[in-house]
């Protein structure tokens, strides 16, 4: 049951960026990658950049799948409402295809002008109630919105097949870089594994040349980031 509170009375606990943190995000992830996507055409125009300023924002509870309805009935009942939106990759028809989804599966960001109450929400389908914190209706801060929306814009909630391919391999571009010549390492694989070695240069392919010292004698030997570690200290 929705309660009949009006805007400019006691907001409740205020929720901040910080909040919002990338570990929430991962699990949300795999909460929408467990519930489905919904690719509607709702789910587009419920992630549009709604108008924040000016307004005071909630969060509403809603069935399973039902986001992108309660935030359309919402705007037809004069709500502002908004649907963080992520892209993921979903096999249909045993092809991988990308599709839009909800990133916070279940919540829909709803605004209310000043002296707006809650009742016109009354009776909308699918929406269970407000979200509320030690008996207080949540409010949230437009620049949690407006952050939500930008980091949207960027590609930071593609989480498409690609997108993370691309963000694996820059992580392995990086951690490529980050051997300098010279460095002592441990082999971890092949003939040689246990042996240390010193980093002599960066190969293409994400790869390295190691010196290996055998009998008094070094020589190169390629490896794959993945077949050596740093040795400690």
């Known amino acids: 049951m929705i309660d009949q509170i009006r805007v400019g009375g006691d907001p409740g606990r205020q929720l901040s960026p910080a909040e919002f943190s990338l570990e929430q995000r991962a699990a949300w992830v795999l909460a929408s990658d467990g519930a489905g996507a919904v690719a509607t055409a709702d789910l587009v125009e419920a992630s549009a950049a709604p108008p924040v300023d000016g307004k005071q924002w909630f969060v509403a509870f809603t069935s399973p799948k039902r986001e992108p309805s309660v935030a359309k009935a919402a705007r037809q009942r004069a709500f502002a409402s908004y649907v963080p939106t992520q892209l993921v990759s979903r096999t249909v028809s ?8 909800p990133l916070l599966p279940r919540y829909v960001f709803v605004g209310l002008e000043e002296g707006q109450g ?8 699918g929406l269970e109630g407000l979200v509320r914190m030690a008996g207080s209706i949540v409010r949230v801060q437009p620049e949690v919105l407006h952050g939500l929306h930008a980091r949207q814009l960027a ?6 097949d690609d997108a993370l391919a691309a963000d694996e391999m820059e992580r392995l571009q990086e951690e490529h870089r980050a051997f300098e010549p010279g460095e002592s390492v441990m082999l971890m694989v092949g003939p040689f ?10 190969l ?3 790869r390295l040349s190691v010196l290996v010292t055998v009998f ?8 794959k980031l993945t077949e050596v570690a740093r040795q400690n200290g």
């Open 155 to 160: 590609g930071e909630f593609e989480f498409t």
């Open 193 to 202: 594994k246990g042996f240390g070695a010193i980093v002599e240069r960066h």
């Open 94 to 101: 045993r092809r991988r295809v990308t599709v839009g989804s």
């Open 204 to 206: 293409p392919d994400l």
């Open 118 to 125: 809650f009742y016109g929400l009354r009776g909308t389908p």
């Open 216 to 223: 008094g004698r070094s020589f190169p030997v390629p490896m």
